[in-house]
């Protein structure tokens, strides 16, 4: 449940009942997708509720508003101080947060928004993928061509992309879909990254046609603190048969172990691959129990 009568959403300036946090049927994002979001997730740390890496996050927002002329009258920093306090009127600790920017004046002109809506709201929020390790197909829809629309910001019409492609992997029976970019190359998930593991490095696709996930990037830092090599280059599909694990990152799924993909599939437990562990890790990371988890990692390897 996103919301109940007692949920408090931030919207525009205000703190309102969730429920009044409404939006007209002519605004100019309902109809063409033209708004941009984040999410984000706080977690209940040794020192209270921590967002993590709120400035990331938001700094990302601000490059997506750019990116289709939207305006954002907030700063990083404003953002970040009215998510604390959405967390605390709603008393949540570990929970998602959903910045939109949108416009909701009624216009149905394709010019930009000269000005625009936020709305912060926050709910309580599984991992995205659930538990279980993912069986994913190759999609037969493609990543937006990056020529088309600015890939690396997060607008929510590209996600009209992600949908199709998530509910046509699952309506063959999969759990979710694997695609490809333009060149035939894989790219991501419909809402997370994807990695894969050779002779004990990682591999993942260049920015080009993926949103550069923060969890990603993360990944990529820890994974390189413990001495594992990670290659940012193109692979096909067929690679995949020479891999022995694969993993999902994202701020919503975290992340997420592969078990398959089509025939292609990881029969190592994934506790004992590198995804397993930096999974561990990750999580030490955002709970804030870093110092002896990243310890202990460390001597794994
Ligand atoms: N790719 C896509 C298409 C996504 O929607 C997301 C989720 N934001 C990600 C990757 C992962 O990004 P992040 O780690 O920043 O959540």
Redesign the pocket.
């Known amino acids: 449940m996103y919301f109940t009568s007692n949920t408090v959403a931030f919207l525009d300036g205000e703190f309102v009942p969730a429920e009044q946090a409404t939006c007209g049927v002519y605004a100019q994002s309902l109809h063409y997708g033209y708004a941009v979001f ?3 997730r706080s977690y209940n740390t040794p020192n209270g509720a921590q967002i993590f890496k709120a400035e ?2 938001y700094e ?1 927002l601000h490059y997506s508003c750019k990116s289709v002329g939207l305006p954002l009258e907030y700063s990083v920093e404003e953002l970040t101080r009215i998510s604390y306090e959405v967390l605390e009127r709603n008393n949540l600790t570990d929970a998602y947060i959903r910045p939109l920017v949108y416009a909701a004046t009624p216009n149905m002109s394709l010019k930009v928004a000269t000005t625009s809506n936020v709305l912060i709201a926050v709910w309580e929020w599984g991992k995205y993928l659930g538990d279980q390790l993912l069986r994913l197909s190759v999609s037969p829809y493609q ?1 937006p061509n990056p020529k088309a629309v600015p890939i690396e910001a ?1 607008v929510s019409g ?2 009209v992309n ?1 949908i199709i492609a998530s509910s046509e992997a699952k309506g063959r029976g999969y759990d979710e879909a694997l695609l490809l970019d333009m060149n035939g190359y894989v790219a ?6 994807f990695f894969f593991e050779r002779n004990g490095e990682l591999f993942t696709a260049p920015a080009g046609s ?9 990944i990529i830092d820890l994974a390189r603190e413990a001495g594992i090599t990670v290659h940012e280059q193109f692979f096909t599909p067929d690679e995949l048969r020479t891999a022995s694990a694969a993993f999902m ?5 975290e992340v997420i172990g592969v078990a398959s993909v089509d025939d292609v599939t990881f029969d190592t437990p994934f506790q004992q691959t590198i995804g397993g562990m930096l999974a561990s890790h990750y999580h030490a990371l955002v709970t804030g129990q870093t110092a002896t988890r990243a310890a202990s990692f460390a001597k794994q390897q």
Do not use: F, V
Request: hydrophobic share 25%.
């Open positions: 984040e999410g984000i990331e996050h990302r990543r997060k590209h996600y992600s991501e998930g419909p809402g997370a990254n993926i949103l550069r996930g923060i969890t990603r990037n993360t990152t994202g701020t919503a799924a």
